[in-house]
């Protein structure tokens, strides 16, 4: 990734999460969203590889998510639920282009299956009316991650970004459903910034190396 474009992340990042005290504000999704419309401009700007327009639709789905979250209309949670479910599937196709099941990764990709399984199976008695959505949901992020740790490519950037992502929607789904917890925000927007830009700028990175 230009060193300009994380530069401008960073930039975007912090002033985000320093007027999260105010949040929601007017105009608070464009702040929040505005991180990610940098990593999609960085994508749209690379030169043309195999699984380039996956990335840049599950960058846009992210995006999509961080509005309707933000917005909080009724409903809004479950959208922005499948908004992050369909950006996980494009994840799903674009680390499958590099996927390479190596019988020496089960000891990996098993806690990549039992720690969301059982993130599902604590948090289940308070899912409400939700407890299929999510569960759904669970299976599709457990199911990126299960891919991001079979990848073909020797870096880790990918591997990290999707562990991140798994540790910002596990404190969400925390704070939500079983203890909310005034420093949870922060840690969820910590995390899900810093597991987008992993996996955006280790993708550009392997493909720019090829």
């Not at 979250?69 to 908004?83: K, P, T």
């Not at 806690?111 to 669970?138: D, E, S």
């Not at 420093?183 to 992993?198: D, K, V």
């Amino acid at each position: 990734m230009r060193q300009i474009f994380a530069i401008l992340f960073a930039l975007t990042v912090v002033g985000f999460t320093a007027s999260l005290p105010a949040a929601p504000y007017a105009g608070s999704f464009a702040v929040k969203v505005l991180p990610i419309v940098l990593l999609f401009a960085a994508a749209v700007a690379a030169r043309p590889f195999r699984g380039k327009f996956a990335l840049c639709a599950a960058i846009v789905f992210s995006g999509a998510g961080d509005v309707i979250l933000d917005l909080s209309f009724e409903g809004s949670f479950i959208f922005g639920l499948a908004a992050f479910l369909i950006a996980h599937l494009w994840y799903i196709g674009l680390f499958g282009l590099d996927i390479a099941w190596n019988k020496l990764r089960p000891l990996a990709t098993l806690p990549a299956i039992l720690y969301p399984a059982g993130m599902a199976v604590f948090l289940w008695p308070h899912l409400g009316g939700l407890k299929i959505p999510v569960a759904v949901y669970v299976a599709v992020i457990a199911t990126m991650l299960v891919f991001a740790i079979n990848r073909r490519s020797a870096g880790k950037s990918v591997l990290f970004g999707a562990i991140f992502f798994l540790a910002s929607d596990s404190i969400l789904a925390i704070n939500k459903f079983y203890s909310p917890q005034p420093w949870a925000r922060y840690a969820i927007m910590a995390t899900y910034y810093l597991a987008q830009y992993l996996i955006v700028s280790g993708i550009l990175r392997e493909k720019n190396s090829q």
